[in-house]
Each structure stands twice: as C-alpha cells, then as structure tokens.
C-alpha cells in the first residue's frame, strides 16, 4: 500500500468550551503543529460525519473553532466538552498570506460566521498593530445576540479602528445599523490603489461589499475574499466544492478578487 | 509481444490470468436493462472468453473496478480508527481506447491533483488495462472528435477475429507463466476506429461567458437530476462521506465515500441551509462545462472522452453532443 492517508482523522482534545452564542460555540482543541489564518480542518465524530471548520483562532498550543450548530455534525459536537476528543484532519486549504498585508493600509471587512475564518489576521494585526499602516475592521451580524468573539473585540478596539453594525436596530442598542456594505463609502481611506481588502461572509455580503470597495477606488487584485461551500473531503477529490476549474479545498479557500469575481457556481 | 490466439488457447491463458488477477470485463446481464427484456452490458468479474461482451458498448464504464460505487475508507470505535483493508487481487481489466483515455482524468483527479488519494492509488498500481479494439463505433460515440479513439500504454490490447483472438501483450507480466507457441506470435495492428457517425465540435475560443449564455434554460425544464450521466460516465469522480453505525453495537462503525452527482439534489447543500445552482439548467452547465472546458484549463486536456453513455442513459434523451454542439452559437449570447 501506498503513502500518507489523508482520510484517516486523529483525534485531538478539547481543552476548553467558551459559548459565544445560542447557536456558536469555540472549541479550543489542543493543537501545535503549524496552521495558517485562513485555513480549515476537517473535523468528525465518527457515526455523524463529517464538517469543515474554520480556524478561528491560532495559539501556541491550541486551536479554536468556532461552531455553528446548524447540521448533524455540529449538533453532536455541542455535546461535547472540556477533556473530550474530537477526530481531525488538517489543516487544509490555502489560508491568508500575512506578508501581503504587512506594510499597508488593511481593512478587514466581515459579517456573520464568516468572522471566524479571518478573526485570525484580525487578531495578529491587533497585536501586532505595527506591522500595518493601519487596520480598520467592519463587522456585521444580524442582531445583538448573534455577536461572536465579545471578548477579542474590547481587544481589538484598543489598537485597531473597529466598526461594528448590526442588520436591524433593536431596543437598547445606540450603534450602527445596517449592512457591512453600506460602511465602505464613508471609510477614511487614505490611499485607495495601495489599500489591500478582505472580505469574509456569505455569497451576496461578499458581492456587495466588494463593489463598494471598487467603487472606493480599491484595486481588485487587493481584495480578497473566504468562500464556503460544501467539502467531504478537503483534497481535491470529491468535487463538492468545485467551480470552474477551482477547488475551494485546495485553491482557496482564500481567492485572490480578480478570479474569484469570475467564480460561476 | 503480438499474437494470434485460438478461442480456447486464449481461454488457457485466461486460466493462468485468473490464478493471478481478478478479471473485470463488459459482461451481459441479461433482462436487467431498463425496460422489459432488455439486457445490460456493465462490469463484472469474468474468467471465461465468453463472458465477455466484445460487440457491444458497456452501460457502465470499468470505473467501478478501480472506484467502487461504495468504498470503505475505516472502521471506527468510539476512540479510534482503523484504515480499511485493500479488498481483493490485483486486476485486470478489460475496456475500450475511450475508457483507458477516461483513466487519465482520473489519475488527474485522484492522483495528481496536488494531494494523492490513498486507495484509489493502491488499487490503480495493482491494475493492468487490457484495451479492447473497436471494428467501428456505437451509437453516440464520438471519441474521434475527442481524440480519444486511440491509445498506448496499455499493458494488452485485444480484437476478436471469426475464429481467433488477436492480442499483443506489453507488459511481460501478462505473458508470465504461459508458453505461447512459436506459431502464435504475429505481426498485429490495433483496431482503432477512424470516424463516429455523432460528431462534437468545441469551440476553439469557448470561454466561460457561455455559463451566462440561455441555451442552458432548456435543460432546466428538460433534466429530471436523476444523476444517470454521471454515474455512466467514465470520468465522473465525485463522491460523498457516509457514516454508518452497526446496528449491534452503535458506537462501531465504518466510514465510506460514496459516489456522488452533481445533477442530483444536495450535491452543494451545506448545513445551514446554503446551497448553490437550485436550477437544473445551471447544474447542467456546470456538468458540460467540467467536460469541456474546466476540466482541460486545470489539466491541459478534455475530460470527456466522448463515450456517449450519458446520452445512451439519459431518459429525457438528452444528447450530450447535442449539447456541446450548442456552445458555438451561445458563445457571447446572453
């Protein structure tokens, strides 16, 4: 028989649980190895399956994910807790090149979940917050309640520019209401053509915010963006998450603007 | 190594195959076609000449013998796992120039894109491709147009004559154990057919404008996702996970992909509720364009090798090269 077997998860133990809403809860999973903002393990309970997950957060000995409990799989694992183990494989995917946005002008815009795949960069700018010119961050959720990651926010506010909106007003909440899109025209963005972008959230966030970013005079090779689709295996072989002639597993899942504008699902 | 088989002396060497290698060939199975008292030709385990069926196209490609419809991946306990054991000999098998080229996509798949799958690499360097000659084409094939009506890098290639077997054997290990007569041995020539009556022609500047184009909306009144093209054709790979957990102890079970459709409801779904291409059109593009188009940008050939069973299948008689002949007019119409 032949070589590695990337099918075969190891197991890995939760340290600790920290609920971050109804329905989103991090695992922190004891982890060292090396992994990439950006990046996504495969991670399983063996008689329920099998679900990508982004990483949200990169310690020294630890990883967090942040999960939603929307499926089979998710459900099961809020079940879970401090001292179980959960089966793994990864980490996969492409991930975030630090070094592109060191030296620049980076605003990270996200909405939803799609907070988590990119709260690594976030929080490494954050503590790093001279490795950038400067770095504002747009997030958006649905409602108060849906806000993850309280916790680094008060973080990230104290060295970062932090904007935050949320998609309805609700009684006791003085912020910005509305879509993270609709932050872009007002942004102080001191040089438009040199400014690198991310943009994380669901398929029409993503759309609409980087047109407004294109209309702000931001270069399209200097947005990028985190797909999500379906993957059952994160190695190029089940198809799942193929468009055109990219594999979100493999390819992404951070794309460069340029091509993934021409993604057709 | 040319040679000139009779029926029986090449039943010998079968024999001596047989001690060695499981043999999967087009085998018929009779009234089990999809109406009454039709048959199907699809892959099975053969030892015999006659089992195999040399004059007709196969339902089924060999795809099967190399990628089981259902593949256990691992056993499992409630704290660990254990990789499946490889099931069954090293094979031989026997299929036509169209499906030995369709094994090139999917080496492109399974072996060389970036990351190597681990069981599908350990059953493909345990097979041998016997290439079965074709004296003309069958119905919807067109491998001419997809030059795939030729091959080399066979390990054998065989035609049946009235009352011979023609064969020439590459690969030594084929020939182990067996001493062919000094009479056998001949000069042969491959039957490779030259010209298919369907014909495909893909444009030389298509481009992924076309997605955008409407020739795609019929499809979406005409295909019923039932996922028949795919799992006909030689070169579809995609599979999905499944868990399954024994019904005596609940905490054990096995892992297993199995195969998957793009044109079959779910195939995008992701918890949560996202999924993407509701429309059958846009998932019928999605399926053309892979074999046409995307597939080559990422590899540098077609994957379709123009077998023509997806159309064979297809119960709305949806002609696939029908479809592909479609895409010079709807480049750049919207």
Redesign the interface.
């Known amino acids: 028989m032949c070589d590695r077997n990337e099918y075969i998860p190891s197991a890995y133990e939760i340290k600790d649980v920290v609920k971050q809403t109804d329905a989103e809860y991090t695992f922190r999973v004891a982890y060292s190895a090396d992994v990439k903002p950006g990046q996504f393990f495969e991670v399983s309970i063996p008689k329920f399956g099998e679900s990508p997950i982004s990483i949200s957060e990169i310690g020294p000995d630890y990883i967090d994910l942040t999960i939603r409990k929307v499926g089979r799989v998710t459900s099961e694992i809020f079940t879970y807790t401090g001292g179980d183990k959960l089966f793994m494989r990864g980490p996969y995917g492409n991930g975030f090149d630090l070094d592109v946005f060191k030296g620049k002008e980076l605003i990270v815009a996200a909405g939803g979940t799609g907070v988590s795949p990119v709260k690594p960069v976030i929080d490494y700018f954050a503590a790093n917050p001279g490795e950038v010119t400067s770095c504002k961050v747009l997030l958006g959720y649905k409602s108060q309640q849906d806000i993850l990651f309280k916790n680094s926010l008060a973080n990230w506010t104290s060295s970062l520019d932090v904007s935050l909106t949320l998609d309805r007003a609700e009684e006791g909440y003085g912020g910005r209401v509305g879509f993270v899109s609709a932050l872009v025209p007002g942004l102080d963005i001191a040089n438009p053509p040199e400014a690198q972008v991310i943009v994380v959230g669901p398929p029409a966030m993503i759309t609409s915010t980087a047109k407004e970013f294109l209309n702000r005079g931001i270069a399209i090779s200097n947005i990028w963006i985190s797909l999500e689709r379906r993957m059952c295996c994160g190695i190029g072989k089940c198809g799942h998450c193929r468009i055109n002639d990219q594999y979100v597993c493999l390819d992404g899942p951070v794309f460069n603007y340029e091509k993934g504008v021409n993604l057709v699902d | 190594m040319g040679l000139v088989l009779s029926a029986s002396r090449f039943g010998k060497l079968m024999e001596e195959w047989s001690k060695k290698y499981d043999i999967y060939a087009p085998a018929l199975f009779e009234g089990s076609g999809p109406f009454s008292d039709t048959d199907q030709v699809r892959y099975a385990k053969v030892t015999s000449l006659e089992e195999i069926v040399f004059d007709k196209k196969s339902n089924y490609p060999f795809k099967e013998a190399i990628l089981p419809i259902t593949q256990v991946?691992?056993y499992?306990?409630?704290?660990?796992?254990r990789?499946a054991a490889?099931r069954g000999r090293d094979a031989v098998i026997f299929l036509r120039s169209c499906d030995f080229n369709a094994l090139r996509s999917l080496d492109a798949?399974?072996i060389r894109?970036?990351?190597?799958?681990?069981?599908y690499?350990?059953v493909r360097?345990r097979a041998k491709f016997v290439v079965m000659g074709c004296e003309s084409s069958f119905d919807n094939c067109f491998c001419v147009d997809m030059e795939t009506n030729t091959c080399s890098g066979y390990d054998a290639y065989i035609h049946l004559e009235a009352d011979s077997v023609t064969l020439d054997i590459v690969n030594p290990e084929l020939a182990d154990s067996f001493s062919f007569e000094s009479g056998e041995n001949a000069q042969i020539t491959p039957k490779f057919v030259t010209a298919t009556t369907t014909r495909v022609n893909i444009p030389g500047n298509l481009d992924?404008s076309v997605?955008?184009s409407d020739m795609w909306d019929e499809y979406h009144t005409r295909c019923t996702s039932c996922g028949r093209c795919n799992f006909v054709c030689p070169t579809c790979?995609?599979?999905?996970?499944?868990?399954v957990?024994y019904t005596d102890n609940?905490?054990c079970?096995e892992?297993r992909?199995v195969w998957?459709s793009?044109q079959v409801d779910g195939?995008?779904?992701?918890?949560?509720?996202?999924?993407?291409?509701a429309n059958k059109g846009?998932r019928t593009r999605?399926r053309v364009?892979?074999k046409v188009y995307?597939?080559k940008?990422?590899n540098g050939y077609h994957m379709c090798v123009g077998c023509g069973r997806c159309s064979d299948a297809c119960q709305e008689y949806i002609s696939f090269s029908a479809c592909v002949n479609k895409l010079e007019k709807a480049m750049g119409v919207k």
């Open positions: 991946l691992f499992f306990t409630e704290d660990e796992v990789e490889p798949i399974y894109n970036v990351i190597e799958d681990h069981y690499k350990g360097e992924a997605a955008g790979t995609c599979f999905s996970m499944q868990d957990s609940g905490k079970g892992r992909r998957a793009c195939f995008t779904d992701m918890a949560g509720g996202h999924s993407f291409r846009q999605y364009l892979h995307d597939f940008k990422r």
